[in-house]
Nanobody, 127 residues
């Protein structure tokens, strides 16, 4: 079992920045691919970004490329999401997710591929 706890959400104006954190516990963090998803009111939960075991492989949704950056610190069992140049359409609840993988090249993007989820943190971007 893996427990995930997100933090760092809040309200910012368009063009601003936020940094989300996701602290993991329960299993060997470095064995898990980590991802961030988001869900806006009335919409499906969508993939935002993912990162492999070591942090050497990252993959992004087109909507956030060049603005968001994912990283992880396996010594601290934490994954981060740096969000810059925020737009009103980035407003959503952001969820951290994890899935065990025995491949360094695994890049899951579907929410159904992830086994563990945090409770979510609200990000609100005003125009």
């Amino acid at each position: 079992q893996v427990q995930l706890v997100e933090s760092g959400g809040g309200s910012v104006q368009a063009g601003g920045s936020l940094r989300l954190s996701c602290a993991a516990s329960g299993r060997t963090f470095s064995n898990y691919v980590m991802g961030w998803f988001r869900q806006a009111p009335g919409k499906e939960r969508e993939f935002v970004v993912g990162i492999n075991w070591s942090g050497g492989l990252t993959y992004y949704a087109d909507s956030v490329k060049g603005r968001f950056t994912i990283s992880r610190d396996n010594a601290k069992n934490t994954v981060y999401l740096q969000m810059n140049s925020l737009k009103p359409e980035d407003t959503a609840v952001y969820y951290c997710a994890a899935v065990y993988s025995d491949s360094a090249y695994s890049t899951p993007k579907s929410r159904y591929q992830y086994d563990y989820w945090g409770q979510g943190t609200q990000v609100t971007v005003s125009s």
